[in-house]
């Protein structure tokens, strides 16, 4: 799952980002969203969702901006894809609400479900469409709203995980250099349950009883995924880098899913990388999205710049990981 660092054939062509447009009145005070579709410096908290938004609505909106900076337009779309582990409705797929509210015509669209990984893994896909050349452009969004998933009654859990948009438009290479220079995934099932919810699917469909017990919420095992940190995250991204011909002294920014004191300092020590480096929102991980997020908003402050070497990683319920390095 790694390209030619020397030839990249696809790259990121358009960012955008999205949060909930009003927070709910119990919620901390945050800025109003800006006409790009972003809200904020990448330190602040995601929100939680105003009754009535839902995540296509979120994940809409951050592929207008994506769109919009790639300079296309609906019409230009050849393919879908939306990741997400808290969609709009168990059946159809989130990604077809998204594909109506932005008035794309009759594409492949389709939800991917990798948890906190799944913006990643999303990538991996539409750079495989693209680099072979069945397709020129494909949209990407990484998009939950996890205020819904957690339980209220778990105080951790609800400080971890918000809402929020992230979308690229991946197209074809311009031969300059820049592009993806390589995605690497991972996965193991036997720790499925270190971040899980329990009820709503077939292996537990929501009775009364389930309801009561709580089994329709998000479940961490807060340090097992710690663990799972430790011993993943740092390690896939300096493989990725390895297979993509590089080294972590040539990353100008590394983005992870959430940027905690104590996933910075793990992939600081892995890596060998500044910790100012580490670019991201410290206090809750908005999901799907987060690391595109993180990304576009580095690029429309300007931290990120064309030529730059920036990897992405991160690694959720799966447990999933993966990470990405791309020259902007």
Same mark, same amino acid.
């Given at each position: ?9 696809? *790259? ?21 969203? %800006? ?31 994506? +769109? ?11 393919? +879908?894809?939306?990741? =997400? ?8 797929? =989130? ?6 509210? $932005? !008035? ?7 939800? $991917?479900?990798?948890?906190?990984? !799944? ?6 896909? /539409? ?7 069945? %397709?020129? &452009? ?21 400080? %971890? ?9 991946? !197209? ?13 995934? @991972? ?7 270190? $971040? ?16 009561? /017990? *709580? @089994?329709?919420? #998000? ?8 663990? /799972?940190?430790?011993? &993943? ?7 990725? #880098?390895?297979?993509?011909?590089? =080294?972590? /002294? ?11 004191? &104590? ?6 020590? @892995? ?12 206090? =809750? ?9 993180? #990304?576009?908003?580095? #690029?429309?402050?300007?931290?990120? @710049? ?23």
């Amino acid at each position: 799952m790694t390209t030619d660092a020397r030839n990249p054939r696809a *790259r990121i062509l358009g960012t955008g980002r999205s949060r909930p447009l009003v927070a709910p009145e119990d919620a901390a005070p945050a800025e109003a969203p %800006l006409p790009d579709g972003g809200a904020g410096e990448a330190s602040a908290a995601p929100r939680g969702a105003a009754a009535g938004e839902v995540t296509s609505d979120l994940a809409a909106r951050a592929a207008k901006a994506a +769109l919009a900076a790639a300079g296309l337009g609906p019409g230009d779309v050849e393919m +879908l894809i939306v990741a =997400t582990s808290s969609g709009d409705a168990p059946m159809p797929a =989130t990604a077809v609400y998204v594909q109506q509210k $932005l !008035g794309v015509e009759s594409v492949p669209s389709f939800d $991917l479900s990798a948890s906190l990984a !799944g913006f990643v893994y999303g990538l991996s896909v /539409a750079n495989q469409f693209v680099s072979a050349g069945t %397709l020129r &452009h494909v949209l990407v969004v990484g998009a939950d709203m996890l205020s819904r998933r957690v339980d209220p009654r778990d105080r951790t859990s609800a400080q %971890l995980f918000g809402d929020g948009a992230g979308a690229v438009v991946v !197209g074809p290479a311009a031969g300059d250099g820049r592009g993806i220079l390589g995605v690497s995934l @991972r996965a193991d099932g036997k720790k499925a349950d270190v $971040l899980q919810v329990p009820g709503g699917g077939s292996a537990e469909p929501l009775t009364q009883e389930r309801l009561s /017990a *709580r @089994r329709q919420y #998000l479940r961490a095992k807060v340090p097992e995924l710690r663990q /799972a940190v430790e011993e &993943h995250l740092g390690a896939q991204a300096a493989e990725a #880098l390895a297979a993509a011909g590089l =080294t972590p /002294a040539d990353l100008d920014w590394v983005i992870p899913h959430h940027a905690d004191d &104590h996933v910075v300092a793990c992939l600081s020590e @892995r890596l060998g990388c500044p910790r100012e480096r580490i670019l991201g929102a410290g206090s =809750t991980c908005a999901g799907a999205g987060a690391v595109a997020i993180t #990304l576009d908003e580095a #690029l429309r402050d300007g931290r990120v @710049r064309a030529g730059h070497t920036v990897l992405l990683c991160a690694l959720g319920g799966g447990l999933a990981w993966g990470s990405a390095v791309l020259r902007m």
